[in-house]
């Protein structure tokens, strides 16, 4: 899934103040720093989140016929393969 720099950077906002407003959550940190530790995860979720896309549509389109996206039985295949590279990273 591709997500605008804003979009990052707004989610990473909301983060920390959701943490900050919880009374259990202390910071040993600035919020600031919070905020772009937050961001980081992110990408790196974004980008977990798109290897696996991408490894479930290869596997749709290594298959002997061709099986166009839209299509139920797309849709099956591509959760299937989905889940199984989810699996198969421990995520």
Request: charged share 35%.
């Amino acid at each position: 899934m591709r997500i605008s720099r804003d979009k990052l950077n707004k989610l990473a906002h909301t983060v920390a103040d959701t943490l900050a407003d919880i009374e259990a959550v202390e910071f040993h940190e600035d919020r600031n720093t919070i905020r772009q530790e937050a961001r980081k995860v992110l990408e790196q979720l974004f980008a977990e989140e798109t290897k696996i896309d991408q490894a479930a549509r290869l596997k749709i389109t290594s298959q002997r016929r061709i099986i166009q996206e839209g299509t139920q039985e797309w849709d099956i295949l591509y959760r299937k393969y989905y889940n199984e590279e989810v699996r198969r990273l421990g995520i």
